[in-house]
């Protein structure tokens, strides 16, 4: 794999992947049978057995898969652009046994691509789709025989190295093809390449990340934003912030709770270089002339560092109004924070005095030290509660005001800056700054214009600017870089409200913060609304209905989200919050639907359903409710309720599995009562996930529009009617709903 980018301060070396077969094994006579052509079969339960039934040792299985599914792939995909594959180019020798090396792919890569200039479309159309139909068989083959739930006698186990290396260089030959034959952006989709994912059951660098002190959510959240290179990528790297074991102790695959701040044991924390804290002085700023500033109206408090005095016995810094000022964006959980008053020690105030001098120099802007960070800039005094809260409501226009934007990262100033793209975008994927919720709104809000222009990371040898990772092409040649598309992806852009909102949830998903009353006032200060109205309402509750009564558009797939719902009536389809959402349980993803309406009504979708019948029978609720589709040639529907993620993982995980199946039998049995105490329950049907349903209680009919109430989130799935005959279940009936059917959902 060394036709990776080199990782500057590596974890571990990189790997070796020994060469088990001759490089002679591929004959070069085509891919998709080179099993049959060598004696091999592949039976779908036993795995790969000899036709003659020999006995391989596991060994000579792994010789013939590495011959087959990597110099057969390599071989393969190249020969379709004529591009003669030798072998002996990808093996060295290394003492007593040879190394898998792909330190002259960039060579054949390049020679691909020249060859290819100028190629039509129907021809680029045809090429990804020969190549697609190579990785799809590798990718099925790996699935079902090794990433799979088969039996241990019937898998075909590989050996980690070799398995790294089949899937790395598939990805790569994947991106390359995508380039090289790249298709224009309005027809991507029709891409014979853009559906072949290579996707993993399990996560081959499990060990690696365990050994290293990674996060279970960092590592839950890389196992679904990047492949497999990436996760070979970050797996090399050396974390130096996750030195403290216990940072991540209390954290699971679904949540990290690293980096809370606790505001009864907060500490502010001088520099690493500070040796002497007793004779370094905490520095303050005057709050009442801060706030003095915020009740001004259209001023933004700032702090000039070019003077200091000495006033009632404290160091004191200037407070001013400015137009010209860097603001600082921070994890308050590394330390930079101060819950008691607006003051940094000495140490802090000369470190952000150099920093801004510095990023300052090298882009010629806000030549005046002059500086905002809420630490300083965000009355924290109990008599200034009203000032805290106008500092917020003006927290848009303080980032969207500011000359320039810092990022300060622990972990990314711990980093160089002259590393590899590749290795920038996955450090700061990683970085707490990426995973905090009112960054997300720091970096969006630094200007009106896309890539955030302004908004520049510290690293240890300097700053850069966070769209210079853009300045060349968004795809290399040479390996693919699933970390950086993912980066950008949780930058959300779009001038359209209802698109950003559904990238604002996909950015959410992997953010935390320690004040849950916090995420409507940023959602809503990043979407352009007034966060005025928020900040004087007492609960997370009353916060976030406020945020959806804002909204007047909303991607209609959230009324399937799999989250807690707010419980106050009129809202009950609404996401109580979507950070840290496990498995994507309220990332809104705008589909086929149009989007919703959202008034004080209720939220007007449009969807297909069923009326269901109210009449009880007497049976066993437990395994959930049946009815026939009388417009689908009564096909029987199976239709369950949703129990949440907690119900079939953690009980699972924590308890035996009895108590499991009963706490699942009790959901079944609530959610048939619900069914059948409802004067005219219906379920509403998701159109781009038919399997998906609301149950609901239908209120009235007004000018064909279905006015309900909200009760619960569900499933349907087709059953065979011939294995359900004579079984005693639940059985009732139903009348199919217009497939454009106006709903008013409460």
Request: charged share 25%; with cysteine.
């Amino acid at each position: 794999m060394d036709h990776l980018p080199k990782i500057e301060a590596s974890a571990f070396p990189p790997l070796e992947v020994p060469c088990l077969c001759e490089t002679n094994d591929y004959d070069r006579g085509g891919f998709l049978d080179f099993p049959q052509r060598n004696g091999w079969k592949i039976d779908k339960l036993r795995g790969l057995v000899r036709s003659d039934e020999e006995h391989k040792s596991p060994e000579k299985i792994t010789a013939f898969v590495q011959a087959w599914l990597f110099f057969g792939m390599l071989h393969e995909v190249f020969r379709i652009s004529e591009v003669e594959i030798e072998f002996k180019d990808f093996v060295r020798d290394s003492g007593n046994h040879r190394i898998v090396t792909t330190s002259r792919l960039r060579q054949y890569l390049n020679n691909w691509a020249n060859r290819e200039r100028g190629q039509d479309l129907t021809s680029r159309r045809e090429k990804q789709a020969h190549v697609a139909a190579i990785l799809i068989r590798v990718d099925s083959f790996l699935m079902h025989f090794h990433d799979s739930v088969l039996p241990e006698k019937w898998k075909v186990t590989l050996p980690m190295e070799v398995l790294l290396s089949i899937l790395i260089m598939a990805e790569t030959l994947k991106n390359a093809a995508m380039l090289i034959w790249r298709f224009p952006l309005r027809q991507l989709l029709s891409s014979p390449l853009i559906s072949v994912g290579l996707f993993r059951r399990q996560n081959p660098l499990k060990h690696y990340f365990n050994r290293a002190g990674w996060c279970l959510n960092e590592v839950a959240m890389l196992e679904d934003l990047v492949d497999t290179t990436g996760l070979y990528i970050a797996s090399l790297l050396k974390r130096p912030s996750l030195s403290n074991e216990q940072l991540h102790s209390g954290c699971t695959s679904q949540d990290c709770n690293a980096y809370q701040v606790d505001y009864q044991t907060y500490k502010t924390k001088h520099t690493r270089e500070c040796l002497d804290l007793s004779s370094c002085p905490f520095v303050f700023v005057d709050d009442q002339k801060v706030s003095s500033i915020l009740e001004n109206g259209d001023k933004i408090p700032v702090i000039s560092l070019t003077s200091c005095n000495i006033e009632d016995g404290r160091l004191m810094l200037e407070v001013v109004e400015s137009s010209a000022y860097t603001a600082f964006s921070h994890v308050w959980g590394h330390g930079l924070g101060n819950v008691k008053t607006n003051s940094l020690p000495r140490c802090q105030i000369q470190h952000l005095t150099d920093l801004v001098a510095k990023l300052s120099q090298s882009t010629g802007r806000c030549a005046q030290p002059m500086i905002w960070i809420d630490t300083l800039c965000v009355p924290v005094a109990k008599n200034l509660k009203k000032y805290r809260r106008l500092a917020i409501a003006k927290m848009a226009e303080t980032y969207k005001k500011a000359d320039q934007v810092l990022v300060l990262d622990l972990e990314l100033q711990q980093a160089l800056s002259t590393a590899s793209r590749t290795e920038l975008a996955t450090r700061i994927l990683c970085c707490s700054w990426m995973r905090r919720l009112w960054t997300l709104q720091e970096a969006v809000l630094t200007d009106n214009r896309p890539n955030c222009e302004k908004l520049y990371l510290q690293f240890r040898d300097g700053p850069i600017a966070f769209n210079s990772l853009l300045r060349s092409d968004i795809l290399t040649l040479s390996h693919s870089e699933k970390a950086l598309g993912a980066l950008f992806s949780r930058i959300p852009q779009s001038e359209n409200m209802t698109t950003n909102l559904g990238r604002l949830t996909s950015s959410l998903e992997y953010r935390k913060t320690s004040r849950l009353m916090d995420e409507p006032l940023c959602l809503l200060s990043i979407l352009g609304g007034n966060v005025k109205r928020l900040v004087d309402l007492s609960s997370a509750e009353q916060r976030m209905q406020a945020f959806y009564s804002f909204l007047e558009e909303i991607p209609s797939e959230i009324l399937f989200h799999k989250g807690r719902s707010l419980e106050i009536d009129g809202y009950r389809w609404a996401p109580i919050s979507f950070l840290s959402s496990c498995k994507s349980q309220t990332v809104l993803r705008r589909r086929h639907a149009p989007p919703a309406i959202h008034n004080s009504q209720g939220l007007h979708v449009r969807f297909p359903g069923f009326y269901l019948s109210t009449e009880k029978h007497l049976a066993d609720a437990s395994r959930g409710i049946y009815f026939e589709d009388p417009e689908n040639n009564r096909q029987v529907q199976h239709l369950w309720p949703y129990l949440g993620e907690s119900d079939y993982h953690t009980s699972y995980a924590t308890e035996v599995a009895a108590q499991a199946v009963y706490k699942q039998s009790q959901g079944m049995e609530k959610f048939a009562n619900l069914v059948f105490q409802t004067d005219r329950p219906a379920i509403i049907i998701n159109t781009s996930d038919r399997s998906e349903v609301v149950l609901v209680a239908v209120l009235r009919e007004t000018e064909g529009t279905l006015f309900c109430q909200y009760l619960q989130r569900g499933y349907i799935r087709p059953r065979p009617s011939e294995l359900l005959a004579g079984k005693d279940f639940i059985w009732i009936t139903a009348q199919s709903i217009a497939v454009n059917q106006q709903w008013c959902v409460r």
